[in-house]
């Protein structure tokens, strides 16, 4: 499976390259908006994980233009984010995500929603 992590916090991308690599999935890394939409287009993920607060372009743009594209890409991004409640009442009616996730966030938690993505991914090449 391949995954593209988009988060500004090199920590945050240092985890998760770790637990995801540790499943031995393939990852990639965008550190912000501009990036992502271009890793996205060359490395055709499997599975989004979004942060919201990017530079360049926040994670609703990025959202917006990977719903563009391809609606059905749009059903592998996972938000992970340290918003606030109050901040995440305020995302447009029409953002949608497959789930959103807060950090800090629980790797076990983390690791079943990919899978999830995956599964469904593979149910869905399945029936074609």
Same mark, same amino acid.
């Given at each position: 499976m391949?995954?593209?992590?988009?988060?500004?916090?090199?920590?945050?991308?240092g985890?998760l390259?770790i637990?995801?690599?540790?499943e =031995?999935w393939?990852?990639a890394?965008a550190?912000d =908006?501009?990036? /992502?939409l271009?890793q996205?287009a060359?490395?055709r993920?499997?599975?989004i994980?979004l942060?919201?607060m990017?530079?360049?372009?926040?994670g609703?743009?990025?959202?917006? #233009?990977?719903?563009e &594209?391809?609606q059905?890409?749009?059903?592998?991004?996972?938000?992970?984010?340290?918003?606030?409640? /109050?901040?995440?009442?305020?995302?447009p009616? $029409?953002? &949608?995500?497959?789930?959103?996730?807060r950090?800090?966030? $629980?790797?076990?938690?983390?690791? #079943?929603s990919v899978? /999830?993505?995956g599964? &469904?991914?593979?149910?869905?090449?399945g029936?074609r």
């Amino acid at each position: 499976m391949r995954i593209l992590v988009i988060d500004d916090d090199p920590g945050v991308r240092g985890l998760l390259t770790i637990l995801f690599e540790r499943e =031995g999935w393939s990852v990639a890394t965008a550190v912000d =908006g501009e990036v /992502a939409l271009e890793q996205i287009a060359r490395v055709r993920p499997d599975v989004i994980i979004l942060d919201l607060m990017l530079p360049k372009r926040t994670g609703v743009e990025v959202m917006r #233009q990977i719903a563009e &594209r391809d609606q059905a890409a749009a059903d592998t991004v996972l938000v992970l984010t340290a918003v606030s409640e /109050a901040q995440l009442r305020t995302l447009p009616a $029409d953002f &949608r995500a497959r789930k959103l996730m807060r950090k800090p966030f $629980d790797n076990t938690e983390l690791l #079943q929603s990919v899978k /999830a993505c995956g599964s &469904r991914l593979d149910a869905r090449a399945g029936t074609r």
